[in-house]
């Protein structure tokens, strides 16, 4: 269906890319990853011609849309795009949003358009916000208007660029179960994301972009599983870190548990993964601070998070208490059975300053 030839990009200061070479077929769902300032974003600028590339080709169903003169409302026609912005007429209703383009651009009648976005409202289950306005929805369903507009243009390929990246946490899944369901009606995606879970879920195939080329592709079991190039293994490798210290005096286990699910969102964080924070602090936080008798108690937690989705990692660090944390007083059997049924390969050690708890994240 496209086809991308030599493909480059020069910016004054900087070039993204300057090879680019695939050939992406009806019904793909593709993932497109890398690190920052790779051009993931610019290569769907390109392929949509809406940032032309440099030098090189992008053929559409057989055709060069790259060449002076190309009529791009045919290539517009075929290839939609949804932008981590979502990009909604704030003055127009939610169905207006999705009517004036299939108007405008499809020339249908407004009975046409009406009936269609009803029906896609439908599918991405905003019936109900017809004639809400933007401003009056979560960031969410802001999106999902933005993936029906799309659909309703009737396109051939839809590009997302970052289409959870501007969203609550909370608001992510419902973005991605719509577009998981777009995945099996067989329409062809091609998705930038820094979510590695999902990236993972949507995809039957990733390219890994590096170097200003696609530096690695295969199947998502291929590129994150078993990754053969350097860089790429590189790339999932990497650890990031996230440390938070409670303290008597500052013992907001809810903002500490927030926070921890935040900064995991990125690396592919289950929901299991995400969940079990709300268990870390009903099951071990609360009852070691709760049954210490300490003035100078203190833990420090640190998530290590790798962009392997398999590759999490908790370290506790608690100072100032008498006894094992994972003992009673601290913690009955049923408290260590809850917590024991979400982690794997626990550690704990006495260490001068107290306890130390390390322990891997169950998927």
Same mark, same amino acid.
């Given at each position: 269906m496209i086809e991308l030839k030599k493909l480059k990009k020069e910016f004054e200061d900087v070039t993204p890319f300057f090879d680019i070479n695939t050939t992406i077929n009806?019904?793909?769902?593709?993932?497109?990853?890398?690190?920052?300032?790779?051009?993931?974003?610019?290569?769907?600028?390109?392929?949509?011609?809406?940032?032309?590339?440099?030098?090189?080709?992008?053929?559409?169903?057989?055709?060069?849309?790259?060449?002076?003169?190309?009529?791009?409302?045919?290539?517009?026609?075929?290839?939609?795009?949804? @932008?981590?912005?979502?990009?909604?007429?704030?003055?127009?209703?939610?169905?207006?949003?999705?009517?004036?383009?299939?108007?405008?651009?499809?020339?249908?009648?407004?009975?046409?358009?009406?009936?269609?976005?009803?029906?896609?409202?439908?599918?991405?289950?905003?019936?109900?916000?017809?004639?809400?306005?933007?401003?009056?929805?979560?960031?969410?369903?802001?999106?999902?208007?933005?993936?029906?507009?799309?659909?309703?243009?009737?396109?051939?390929?839809?590009? @997302?660029?970052?289409?959870?990246?501007?969203?609550?946490?909370?608001?992510?899944?419902?973005?991605?179960?719509?577009?998981?369901?777009?995945?099996?009606?067989?329409?062809?995606?091609?998705?930038?994301?820094?979510?590695?879970?999902?990236?993972?879920?949507?995809?039957?195939?990733?390219?890994?972009?590096?170097?200003?080329?696609?530096?690695?592709?295969?199947?998502?079991?291929?590129?994150?599983?078993?990754?053969?190039?350097?860089?790429?293994?590189?790339?999932?490798?990497?650890?990031?870190?996230?440390?938070?210290?409670?303290?008597?005096?500052?013992?907001?286990?809810?903002?500490?548990?927030?926070?921890?699910?935040? @900064?995991?969102?990125?690396?592919?964080?289950?929901?299991?993964?995400?969940? @079990?924070?709300?268990?870390?602090?009903?099951?071990?936080?609360?009852?070691?601070?709760?049954?210490?008798?300490?003035?100078?108690?203190?833990?420090?937690?640190?998530?290590?998070?790798?962009?392997?989705?398999?590759?999490?990692?908790?370290?506790?660090?608690?100072?100032?208490?008498?006894?094992?944390?994972?003992?009673?007083?601290?913690l009955d059997d049923l408290n260590r059975k809850i917590i024991n049924a979400q982690i794997k390969g626990l550690e704990c050690a006495e260490t001068k300053d107290g306890w130390?708890?390390?322990?891997?994240?169950?998927?």
């Amino acid at each position: 269906m496209i086809e991308l030839k030599k493909l480059k990009k020069e910016f004054e200061d900087v070039t993204p890319f300057f090879d680019i070479n695939t050939t992406i077929n009806k019904g793909d769902a593709i993932s497109i990853i890398g690190p920052s300032g790779t051009g993931k974003t610019t290569l769907l600028r390109c392929i949509n011609m809406m940032d032309p590339p440099t030098s090189g080709q992008v053929i559409v169903d057989g055709e060069d849309v790259t060449v002076p003169g190309y009529d791009l409302t045919n290539l517009r026609k075929k290839i939609g795009m949804v @932008f981590q912005s979502f990009n909604l007429f704030e003055h127009y209703t939610v169905i207006e949003n999705l009517m004036e383009p299939q108007i405008l651009l499809l020339k249908k009648s407004r009975q046409e358009a009406y009936d269609c976005a009803i029906e896609l409202l439908k599918t991405v289950n905003l019936s109900s916000k017809a004639l809400s306005y933007p401003s009056e929805l979560s960031g969410g369903q802001k999106q999902r208007v933005a993936i029906a507009r799309t659909l309703a243009m009737d396109p051939e390929v839809i590009l @997302f660029d970052e289409p959870t990246s501007a969203l609550d946490p909370a608001m992510v899944g419902e973005v991605e179960d719509v577009m998981k369901r777009l995945k099996k009606t067989g329409i062809t995606m091609i998705v930038v994301t820094h979510e590695m879970r999902f990236a993972r879920e949507i995809a039957n195939r990733v390219f890994f972009l590096s170097e200003g080329i696609i530096y690695e592709e295969g199947t998502p079991e291929q590129i994150f599983d078993n990754p053969q190039k350097p860089l790429t293994k590189e790339f999932f490798s990497r650890k990031r870190t996230c440390e938070i210290k409670v303290t008597r005096e500052n013992d907001d286990f809810y903002s500490m548990a927030t926070a921890f699910r935040e @900064f995991m969102l990125p690396y592919g964080a289950t929901k299991r993964q995400q969940e @079990f924070f709300s268990v870390l602090c009903d099951e071990f936080m609360y009852p070691v601070f709760n049954h210490s008798r300490s003035e100078t108690l203190s833990a420090h937690l640190k998530l290590i998070c790798s962009e392997s989705i398999t590759l999490h990692k908790m370290v506790i660090s608690i100072e100032g208490i008498e006894g094992n944390p994972m003992l009673e007083p601290y913690l009955d059997d049923l408290n260590r059975k809850i917590i024991n049924a979400q982690i794997k390969g626990l550690e704990c050690a006495e260490t001068k300053d107290g306890w130390q708890l390390s322990f891997g994240l169950e998927a």
